[in-house]
């Protein structure tokens, strides 16, 4: 194996560890995925589409966050990298609604207490 294709392989390795303990931590409740959202997006998730670094959140399934991506106006298939400060902050602030919801909230509650 040349070395350019291992230290592709090691640093592929390295960003798929660090999603899987961000995923433990975000279900543990050890992080948050609206702080992290708050701050730039790191290296190692900004390759991720916004729609399954949306699903990493609790309580945050596919059509959730297809309808958080529709109100920032973003594609489900747009790399996290491309997200604005703007919709950056708009997705973190309906992530806090959803984070603070009981465990067995649902998302469409918290849009039809909004509406």
Do not use: F
């Not at 350019?4 to 592929?12: I, K, V």
């Not at 609790?58 to 594609?75: D, Y």
């Not at 009981?102 to 849009?111: A, E, F, I, L, M």
Request: aromatic share 2%; net charge positive; charged share 30%.
């Amino acid at each position: 194996m040349n070395h350019q294709l291992a230290e592709a392989t090691r640093r592929g390795n390295e960003v798929k560890v660090r999603r899987a303990r961000l995923k433990r931590e975000l279900r543990a409740g050890e992080a948050k995925l609206s702080e992290i959202l708050r701050d730039e997006i790191p290296d190692w998730l900004a390759t991720m589409s916004a729609e399954r670094l949306l699903c990493m959140a609790p309580r945050v399934g596919v059509h959730a966050a297809v309808s958080l991506l529709q109100e920032a106006q973003l594609g489900p298939v747009q790399r996290a990298r491309h997200i604005t400060s703007r919709q950056r902050l708009l997705l973190a602030d309906q992530l806090e609604i959803i984070e603070a919801l009981k465990p067995s909230g649902r998302y469409h509650v918290v849009r039809q207490a909004m509406a």
